[in-house]
């Protein structure tokens, strides 16, 4: 087959292609004013209904924190109460530094400062807690013993969140 066919038959494919992609696109389109429409139509309620919800949770919060020693039971962090857990949970731990949030470079440097004075296992604790990439290793960071933060004279802070799990359904 001579080029000129071979290009006049791609360019029937590709013409059926075309056509395709924009019948597909128009229809996508549609589909999405449709939703739109219907979230538009329904934002009011479901914006009281969030609010409703989320002064819900903060009022369970602040009950769960009243009557904790009552509500767990020992060492336990949540219950089911009508098929809901309520408790508490660890957010990300955050390295403080001077009481605040630790600048990953800064906290860089003084780990490079450290493995510097320090030799032996303490050394290799500090050097393990930077990755190739030479980024700060949060997981292996947090845990570090105490007298370790005393050195690079950070503080490791990690608070509860509160959260309620409504099951599906």
């Given at each position: 087959?001579d080029r000129?066919r071979?290009l006049?038959?791609?360019?029937?494919?590709?013409?059926k292609l075309?056509?395709?992609?924009?019948?597909?696109?128009a229809?996508m389109?549609?589909?999405?004013e449709?939703?739109?429409?219907?979230?538009?139509?329904?934002?009011?309620q479901?914006?009281?209904?969030?609010?409703a919800y989320?002064?819900?949770v903060?009022?369970l919060?602040a009950?769960a924190?009243?009557y904790?020693?009552?509500?767990?039971e020992?060492?336990?962090?949540?219950?089911?109460?009508?098929?809901?857990?309520?408790?508490?949970?660890?957010g990300?731990?955050?390295?403080m530094?001077?009481?605040?949030?630790?600048?990953?470079?800064?906290?860089?440097?003084?780990?490079?400062e450290?493995i510097?004075?320090t030799?032996?296992?303490?050394r290799?604790?500090?050097q393990?807690?930077i990755?190739?990439?030479?980024v700060?290793?949060?997981?292996k960071?947090?845990k570090?013993?105490?007298?370790?933060?005393d050195?690079?004279?950070?503080?490791?802070?990690q608070?509860?969140k509160f959260?309620?799990d409504?099951?599906?359904g």
């Open positions: 087959m000129s071979v006049e038959l791609a360019g029937k494919q590709i013409t075309v056509k395709l992609h924009q019948e597909i696109a229809e389109a549609a589909r999405d449709e939703q739109q429409r219907i979230a538009e139509r329904f934002e009011k479901t914006a009281a209904e969030r609010a989320e002064e819900t903060t009022q919060e009950f924190i009243d904790r020693d009552q509500l767990f020992k060492g336990k962090k949540s219950v089911e109460i009508s098929g809901v857990t309520l408790g508490f949970r660890f990300q731990p955050v390295i530094l001077g009481g605040q949030p630790a600048d990953k470079e800064k906290l860089l440097n003084r780990l490079h450290r510097e004075e030799e032996g296992i303490e290799k604790l500090y393990q807690c990755e190739i990439k030479e700060v290793s949060l997981s960071l947090k570090l013993p105490e007298e370790q933060f050195g690079l004279k950070v503080k490791l802070v608070q509860e959260y309620v409504v099951p599906a």
